[in-house]
């Protein structure tokens, strides 16, 4: 968007992060503790595609614009696909420590054996 | 910041980053997990929008239909296969940890922003010519990742397939 800052959408990304990091730390339920992770990894999307779009301010050939651009939409495509496997996989180590334990709470999960 | 003039651009960023901030803070305050993950899917709407503001639609389409229609819909399941939604399994208590996280947070934000946001405030977008305008959409897309970025994909494709039979061998009783 014209007339808006590169550090204002720096300035979201970097408190949706912290917000995700403060929310692991805090939280003792697995599943938004994995929220959380998801808060920060969409802060980092929103970053990559910020830079790719601003950072073309500096450049003066077409082609150099054209792979800042793809560059930072290439990286959130992997991203998300990242996310969703690490989702996918996490969820269900959750639901098979509930199946054992019948108890989720993050701080008494302490030793990595059953 | 002195030197930032107030656009229409700039307010309307203003709410919606504002909406962004309040659900990702919610996400975390919520003691409810289905409230935490409804913040989460609002969030992530609002984001989507901002893909758009940035010329990158193709990106904000995705987010939309990956992110709200499929992974929130995994936790969703998730939540309520285990009936976590209600405050009986897991109470949060009120300890040091809560005050140190907070205070941590607080920290490291001060710090990433002082560093960092200063030098990037008189930054503005260039103005997109027609052609490198659709550099958002998806034909350049396709294009870009399967020419220059085709390693990285076939990574990717690997790494789903080891997520899906690793999510299958972890979530099935017997094999």
Not at chain 1, 13 to 36: D, E, L
Not at chain 2, 70 to 95: C, P, Q, R, S
């Amino acid at each position: 968007m014209n007339g808006v800052p590169l550090a204002a959408y720096i300035g979201l990304g970097m408190f949706m992060f912290t917000t995700g990091v403060v929310g692991v730390v805090i939280r003792r339920n697995p599943i938004v503790v994995f929220m959380c992770i998801e808060l920060m990894l969409n802060a980092v999307n929103l970053t990559f595609l910020t830079f790719a779009r601003y950072q073309m301010a500096t450049y003066k050939s077409q082609v150099h614009m054209e792979q800042s651009l793809m560059a930072g939409q290439m990286m959130v495509i992997f991203v998300m696909a990242v996310a969703a496997a690490e989702v996918a996989v996490g969820l269900g180590i959750i639901m098979a420590i509930y199946r054992l334990r019948d108890n989720v709470d993050i701080d008494e999960m302490n030793v990595l054996r059953g | 910041m002195g030197g930032v003039t107030v656009t229409p651009e700039l307010l309307l960023f203003g709410g919606v980053a504002g909406a962004a901030a309040l659900c990702a803070v919610g996400v975390v305050a919520f003691n409810n997990a289905i409230r935490s993950a409804l913040c989460l899917v609002v969030n992530f709407f609002l984001l989507a929008f901002l893909y758009f503001t940035l010329n990158a639609e193709m990106m904000g389409i995705t987010q939309v239909v990956v992110y709200t229609g499929a992974i929130m819909v995994l936790f969703l399941f998730v939540i309520m296969l285990l009936n976590l939604g209600g405050l009986k399994l897991v109470t949060e208590k009120f300890d040091y940890k809560r005050y140190a996280g907070i205070l941590l947070g607080c920290g490291l934000f001060v710090v990433l922003g002082s560093q960092i946001l200063p030098s990037l405030a008189t930054i503005q977008a260039r103005q997109l010519s027609p052609d490198l305008a659709k550099f958002g959409g998806p034909e350049a897309i396709g294009r870009t990742l399967f020419t220059s970025y085709v390693y990285p994909f076939e990574a990717v494709s690997v790494l789903l397939l080891v997520g899906i039979v690793g999510s299958i061998l972890l979530a099935k009783r017997r094999l």
